[in-house]
């Protein structure tokens, strides 16, 4: 893999102080010192989220196949109701600047135009099922690592959709007819007129359900989940930065070679597939490397008034399936020059799993939401003190 430069955690110290931090009226959630966690809203299977200019909170699912509002989330709205129901696995969400907001399916996009308007006219939420269209059904249809989280570009320009591999471990593109394994720029003004045109921001990746735009750089930040059946702790899962003015696609290394927690590259042990090997394609290393099986999702870079947060990138680990001993259901935050990430909120007592985050969004007042799709709750993330 190519030599870049890492973002690495936070101090240890503040990881050894969130994990004695207090424990919330949830069983035993523990939370970081100075912060509180409260329930918010019930929404079944919550994945990824969109809080509107409105206030109203739109949540996609994955095994539900809905799609729900929290009209008024922010005027204190809590009563999920159903907007689209009967697609597979919508849990990709995004709002462009116009207001429209778009769900991604496992191979289709749907658009609400105008959503927050359109709420406002109806009495009842569903009502808007009539306003849903249908503007691709063109991408992939593969259901293993078919669910998605979706963005929408800086300049409005690109809606940004991973087409995670097919299998725990397989050829991709480019040595599959599809783009399988990939990061997709789908041109936005083109697909909402009906024409599926993109192209193609990063190889390699085996199934990404989160990305962020770092807020200085406009570079593109995505999570990434490592192969199964290697271990309990191999390989590393990874946090990846598309590079800004790369000439060609950038190659993540999937499935020929995979991150490794002690540094370098872990060759991938399946013969027929090393035989494959590209040659000399450069591979990009990860700016983070996770615990095997931690499962990071969303992730988002914190920029709102809370000191000890300033500068970070959050991730919601969403925890292990399939590792004898569980890691991850928390939440974390990683900034430079430290080897250890701030723990925000452990949901994990023991090997008793109290709750797995899928993505993280930031309110106007720095508070942060976190989707819960085992609970099917919307937590809330705040500050117990104003001294940070």
């Keep these: 893999m190519t030599n870049m430069r890492r973002m690495l955690p936070l101090s240890l110290f503040w990881l050894l102080a969130c994990l004695a931090g207090s424990v919330t009226a949830d069983n035993a959630i523990r939370v970081a010192p100075g912060y509180q966690l409260q329930r918010l809203a019930e929404v079944p299977g919550a994945r990824q989220m969109v809080l509107s200019p409105a206030g109203h909170l739109y949540v996609g699912s994955r095994q539900y196949g809905k799609v729900h509002v ?5 005027r204190g709205g809590r009563q999920a109701e159903v907007i689209l129901e009967g697609v597979s696995m919508p849990s990709g969400l995004a709002m462009d600047a116009n207001g429209d907001l778009l769900v991604a399916a496992v191979n289709e996009i749907w658009l609400l135009a105008a959503a927050d308007q359109r709420l406002a006219s109806s009495t009842q939420a569903a009502q808007l099922s009539r306003h849903w269209q249908l503007l691709t059904d063109a991408l992939p249809q593969h259901s293993h690592h078919g669910w998605k989280a979706i963005e929408v570009s800086p300049d409005q320009q690109t809606l940004v959709v991973p087409v995670g591999a097919p299998c725990n471990i397989c050829l991709v593109f480019p040595h599959a007819d599809e783009p399988t394994g990939t990061i997709l720029a789908l041109d936005l003004s083109a697909l909402k007129a009906g024409k599926l045109q993109y192209h193609i921001l990063a190889m390699g990746v085996r199934n990404s359900v989160g990305m962020a735009f770092h807020p200085e750089s406009g570079e593109l930040w995505f999570s990434d989940n490592g192969r199964d059946w290697l271990g309990d702790d191999l390989p590393a899962c990874e946090i990846n930065r598309v590079p800004m003015g790369w000439k060609s696609r950038p190659h993540f290394g999937f499935p020929f070679v995979h991150a490794d927690a002690q540094g370098g590259q872990l060759p991938e042990p399946h013969a027929e597939i090393r035989r494959q090997h590209p040659g000399e394609l450069p591979f990009i290393d990860p700016q983070i490397v996770l615990q095997a ?16 947060l300033a500068g970070h990138l959050l991730v919601a680990e969403h925890g292990s399936w399939n590792r004898s001993t569980p890691v991850g259901y928390r939440v974390t935050a990683y900034a430079a020059a430290t080897s250890e990430p701030g723990v925000l909120v452990d949901f994990l007592d023991g090997e008793q799993k109290l709750g797995r985050p899928v993505d993280i969004i930031e309110q106007g007042d720095g508070s942060l939401l976190i989707s819960d799709d085992a609970n099917g709750l919307i937590w809330h993330l705040s500050r117990a003190s104003r001294s940070d």
């Design 70 to 74: 929290v009209r008024n989330f922010s």
């Design 293 to 308: 099986h931690s499962a990071p999702l969303g992730i988002h870079f914190y920029q709102g008034p809370y000191k000890a």
